[in-house]
């Protein structure tokens, strides 16, 4: 995760496309790598695809976009992540988070499964429609959007000064928004129990979060 600001920089600085083409080749690899380790088929199948696709676009010129979809791909990926855990027979990944941070036995209060299960809804959504939303302004920008520079006619045109705003900082500001408000939610909505301080719950869910996505029992060494 250190590397790739590093590269990322490198590549702005001295316009050199391999150094942009790693960039996003090693932020790929470490945010899949909790699938990859699964050793399934698909996890690899797909990053396969997406560094083929990297090398498609860098071939043409276009590796600069590659940065620009990494948004994109975070969005997706944090999407399938909470997602997954929504199937039938699955812990949903709040109520994982939560019996992590704070005990299995916080899940059997009432309305703490609940609201765990409808806040993984939540994220779920959210994140996907953030990616939907963040890849319509990269290929509808105007001027520098991919369907531009394909020479593809625009179906919706959004000036690249939006698009820029919103895929470098709004994004940020609304997931970050969406957090502290629910957070703030949750300590209303349940607040005939104890919550972990914001602080808490960031450095918690921070460790933990590579087990997580593995479906690892916490409980274990």
């Known amino acids: 995760m250190f590397g790739y600001p590093v590269l990322a920089m490198a590549g702005a600085l001295t ?11 090693l932020l790929l690899t ?3 790598a909790p699938l ?6 698909l996890p ?3 990053w396969l695809a997406a560094l083929a696709v990297m090398g498609w676009l860098s071939l043409r010129g276009m590796v600069g976009l590659l940065l620009e979809g990494v948004p994109i791909a975070v969005n997706i990926l944090l999407a399938c992540f909470f997602g ?30 609940t609201y765990a299960r409808h806040l993984t809804w939540f994220w779920a959504l959210l994140t996907a429609t953030q990616a939907m939303v963040l890849a319509v302004l990269l290929l509808c920008a105007e001027p520098g959007g991919l369907l531009g520079m394909l020479h593809i006619a625009t179906p919706w045109t959004v000036p690249a000064a939006i698009a820029q705003s919103y895929a470098h900082v709004g994004g940020y500001f609304l997931i970050a928004g969406a957090f502290l408000l629910e957070h703030l939610f949750r300590r209303w909505h349940l ?12 450095m918690g869910v ?10 690892e029992d916490l409980a274990a060494p």
């Open 44 to 46: 690899w199948l797909a």
């Open 15 to 25: 316009h050199r496309q391999g150094f942009s083409l790693a960039a996003c080749a």
């Open 30 to 32: 470490v945010l899949m």
């Open 206 to 215: 921070a460790a933990r979060w590579p087990r997580l996505v593995r479906g």
């Open 36 to 41: 990859l380790a699964t050793r399934r088929a």
């Open 191 to 202: 607040r005939h129990i104890r919550h972990p301080r914001l602080h808490e719950l960031v």
């Open 84 to 113: 997954r855990t929504l199937r039938a027979g699955q812990v949903p990944l709040i109520a994982r988070i939560i019996e992590a941070l704070e005990g299995p036995e916080r899940l059997a209060v009432p309305g703490v499964a």
